[in-house]
């Protein structure tokens, strides 16, 4: 029987061509066959072809696949559990070192699987999340300083303002005296003393003005070194803290470092102004 490809007519088919025509078709047994192969042929080098407007008439399996084709041509990809989302980076819009909470992290997964979120796009919500919650937590914390400081103000305000102190030097007067009682009252070293004694001056101190003046009352009076009178903060008359040679205040601040104290006998004209900064020096009215 004649093969279709010896009659078949057409412009593009010459004398010169027809056996390479004929050889190029001669597993196709009709032109219809011809048709649609070079159809397949067409899909199969990625040209353009038209997309069927239903699945309906696929089978299961059809459909899954062809689904499974086109989410993969468009990018998109599905994670059937949580081992399917390894591969994301949960860091990512993290400031370095930040720390990844984990049972966040394994909901959010859960999230991504149970909802079919495509895998680029829950990488970009994890992005944005991070870098938004990183700004909230840098924008807390400049408010958190923001407001220790105005707490601050406020409190030395008050206490400057109360009979009790009435005075900024009076105040840290009181202060010293207070942290003087603390290392010599409470058992402990002096730079656990220090520790302690700065801690407290730094937190009751600067947010509750009632609080800061009922512990300089009750403390400051123990401080025995350097007061005279009542040495308290309730009305009575509070001498002048003594103030501490080079070699006691490098002592006292710097008790790990022998090496920087000096000698007993060195007097506050031969240290530094940087020194005399450091160690709190006042100069004598």
Known sequence: MEHWTETIEHDSITDENREAFKTAN?????????IVGGYNA????GKPYKVPESLDKLDDTSKAEFTSQASKLLGIEYAK?????????????QADGAATDE???????????DNKVNKADAQKMLGFYNTAMGQATEAYKEKAETDKLAAMEACNKALIAHPDIGSEEK??????????????NCGLSAEEAKTFADDIANSMF??????ARLLLKAFAPLAAEG???????????????????PYEAKKSNWPKSPSMWGKP???????????????????PA
């Open 26 to 34: 001669a597993k196709y047994a009709t032109e219809a066959d011809a």
């Open 42 to 45: 067409q899909k199969l080098a």
């Open 81 to 93: 559990d949580l081992d399917g989302l390894k591969d994301l980076d949960l860091k990512v819009g």
């Open 103 to 113: 049972t966040l992290a394994t909901a959010f997964k859960q999230f991504v699987v």
């Open 171 to 184: 105040l840290n007067e009181q202060t010293e005296l207070f942290k003087r009682a603390i290392m010599n």
């Open 206 to 211: 600067t947010t509750t003005p009632t609080t």
């Open 227 to 245: 007061s005279t009178g009542d040495g308290g903060g309730g009305g009575g008359s509070t001498g002048t803290v003594k103030q501490q040679t």
């Open 265 to 283: 006998e060195d007097t506050w004209d031969m240290q530094s102004l940087q020194t005399k900064k450091a160690l709190g020096y006042k100069t």
